[in-house]
């Protein structure tokens, strides 16, 4: 169908769905016949593309039958089983014993479906209702790095005095500051 130089990319368009599939497994084969058989061509990938719907040609208006006229539609007529069915269907009914349900087996389930919700509800507890006025919860994470912020920074000022100090004083520092916490 079409073949781009530049990318090597030959595109291909089977007549049917099998023959797709034969040309997407023999790809080595194709890229090595292609480039053989056309000098000058680096073929690097084929991409086999959807089949091409058919051309009524000549051939293929000679091939074809002639249409046949539709017959009329009858309505489909629902006939009642016959009654050996019926009677096989009614003594299978009355065969099957009925389903019995365990007592404990159902206050079992029922127990259990209870925990499963309370964990649940655990799990994943519904938020609270915020008032009109209150901070989103973004607003109150920020608010709380802010004081963090700022209790480090009073801390880092305070210990920077009690280092300089010492230093003009001749003293030496104490070890890590008992304030200060280390992240890793």
């Not at 497994?25 to 058919?54: C, F």
């Not at 912020?149 to 003293?171: D, I, L, V, W």
Request: proline share 14%; net charge positive.
């Amino acid at each position: 169908m079409a073949f781009d130089a530049d990318t090597g990319r030959l595109d291909a368009v089977p007549d049917a769905p099998a023959c797709g599939t034969k040309l997407r497994w023999s790809t080595p084969q194709l890229i090595a016949g292609a480039n053989e058989r056309v000098p000058g061509t680096n073929v690097r990938a084929p991409h086999v593309l959807a089949t091409a719907p058919l051309k009524a040609g000549p051939a293929m208006a000679a091939a074809d039958p002639p249409p046949q006229p539709a017959a009329p539609v009858a309505p489909v007529e629902c006939r009642m089983p016959p009654d050996g069915y019926r009677r096989a269907i009614e003594a299978h009914r009355q065969a099957a014993p009925p389903s019995r349900v365990d007592p404990g087996i159902a206050q079992a389930v029922e127990r259990q479906t209870a925990a499963m919700r309370e964990l649940s509800r655990r799990a994943f507890p519904e938020p609270d209702v915020v008032p009109d006025d209150a901070l989103a919860p973004i607003e109150q994470a920020r608010v709380q790095r802010r004081h963090q912020a700022a209790a480090t920074e009073a801390n880092a000022m305070r210990r920077a005095r009690q280092e300089r100090a010492a230093r003009e004083a001749g003293t030496p520092t104490i070890g890590p500051w008992p304030g200060l916490r280390t992240t890793a």
